[in-house]
């Protein structure tokens, strides 16, 4: 039986795999570097742009969420090398899908690695996207506070945000 | 010779219409033609495409609305359809592979996924199936 894993070893766990598939995925797609800029712990989802896409995580071990957010100007750029096209062409509806689609990978790239190192099985729900400066949103695990993982692109920042309560 | 060219006919199954614009796109840089590329938003409408036109490959997705793509290509087998599927999705557990594996798909690619992961794998499977 696996030792079961303390706060700060399923943290490190959390961040590594994130950061890795966050980088693997921007720069597969679209072709970009992306630098780390910090890690913090924040009790509420806070986003630093326009646009969130949101995706639920359930499984036997516990329940959490992922969410990433993009500068409205970042989301487009990356849209428009994700279609080969100019910025002034992607309109809201791709931007919505394609950053819904990126977190897909993120978090399906990540859930390989955090399987490798012996987490349990976990599903994860479709993408939900929130626009707007300054969203939020009102539900997520209760007393378990966000991992914010904030990351510079192309002279912009972005975040991810994971947070992940354990059963019992 | 390439095994994709032309005359290839390709149904792209993904509920990302970015992401199916993305495949369409790589698609066309390998001289498929626009005519023969079709697409369906989920697992219900890929299956009433592939069940209604004959295409060289399917391109299918697994986390979808309405019907999973995995539920898809049981679907299309048990209607004996025999085109060969290409699963391409974030699902990339051991178990999924096997799944799809055992559920009829014939191949499996990863997201994310380059232009040439995606030849690659295309012409691996035309290859293949071209033989016989």
């Given at each position: 039986?696996?030792p079961?894993l303390?706060?700060t070893?399923l943290?490190a766990?959390?961040?590594n795999?994130?950061v ?5 995925v921007l ?6 570097d992306?630098?780390m ?8 989802y806070?986003?630093?742009?326009d ?11 516990g329940e ?17 090398r ?11 509806d ?22 490798q190192?012996g987490a349990s ?8 996207i929130i626009?707007?400066?300054g969203?939020?949103?009102?539900t ?6 966000f ?22 | 010779?390439s095994?994709i060219n032309n005359?290839?006919?390709v149904?792209v199954v993904?509920d ?6 993305v495949i ?6 390998l001289?498929v033609i ?8 989920d ?5 009433k495409?592939a ?9 299918m997705?697994?986390?979808?609305p309405?019907m999973?793509?995995i ?10 359809v025999?085109t060969p599927i290409?699963?391409v999705?974030?699902e ?5 592979v096997i799944?799809a594996?055992?559920?009829g798909a014939n191949s499996y690619?990863?997201k994310?996924?380059?232009g040439d992961d995606l ?5 691996q ?8």
């Amino acid at each position: 039986m696996k030792p079961r894993l303390d706060s700060t070893a399923l943290d490190a766990l959390l961040v590594n795999a994130y950061v890795s598939a966050t980088t693997e995925v921007l720069k597969t797609m679209v072709g970009l570097d992306v630098g780390m800029k910090g890690i913090s712990a924040s009790p509420k989802y806070t986003p630093v742009g326009d646009i969130s896409a949101i995706i639920g995580v359930t499984g036997e071990s516990g329940e959490g969420m992922l969410g990433i957010s993009f500068p409205m100007s970042l989301a487009t750029l990356v849209v428009s090398r994700l279609l080969s096209l100019p910025p002034q062409k992607i309109n809201s509806d791709d931007r919505c899908d394609a950053i819904g689609e990126l977190a897909n990978m993120i978090t399906g790239k990540a859930k390989m690695s955090l399987m490798q190192e012996g987490a349990s099985p976990y599903k994860l729900s479709l993408p939900t996207i929130i626009l707007g400066a300054g969203h939020g949103i009102s539900t997520h695990p209760k007393n378990t506070p966000f991992l914010v993982m904030t990351f510079e692109m192309e002279g912009e920042e972005f975040n991810l945000q994971v947070c992940f309560k354990m059963n019992g | 010779m390439s095994a994709i060219n032309n005359q290839t006919r390709v149904l792209v199954v993904d509920d990302s219409t970015v992401l199916r614009k993305v495949i369409i796109g790589i698609l066309k840089d390998l001289n498929v033609i626009a005519d023969n590329i079709t697409e369906a938003g989920d697992g219900v409408e890929g299956v009433k495409m592939a069940l209604s036109q004959p295409f060289n490959i399917i391109l299918m997705d697994w986390n979808m609305p309405n019907m999973l793509g995995i539920d898809a290509v049981k679907a299309i087998r048990q209607a004996g359809v025999k085109t060969p599927i290409l699963m391409v999705t974030t699902e990339g557990e051991r178990q999924n592979v096997i799944t799809a594996i055992q559920a009829g798909a014939n191949s499996y690619l990863v997201k994310p996924f380059t232009g040439d992961d995606l030849r690659e794998r295309i012409e691996q499977i035309l290859a293949q199936f071209s033989a016989g």
